[in-house]
């Protein structure tokens, strides 16, 4: 709850201008290098966007995204990273 408590998410998805937002929780989840659509957020809610030189990230992951417009519209993943 403290993750998703932090993420803007009004802010975060008025972009998109659809109707219906998805949120999930899966847990601890591994994307590889691809920094695509991926934010940090810090122990102290602070969110922020990974460098080019970030190494495998893995961690406790929200994502925001359309139902059935995953491939269309990419999602935003907030990885907790202390």
Known sequence: MN??????VEDEVKQWNEDNLAVMYKGIRS????TTGIHFIGENGK???PSSMTTEIIGPTISL???????????KRYVFKP
């Open 65 to 75: 995204y359309i139902l059935g417009k995953e491939n269309m519209i990419t999602p």
């Open 47 to 49: 969110i922020s966007i």
């Open 3 to 8: 993750m998703l408590n932090s993420i803007p």
């Open 31 to 34: 994307w590889g290098y691809n």
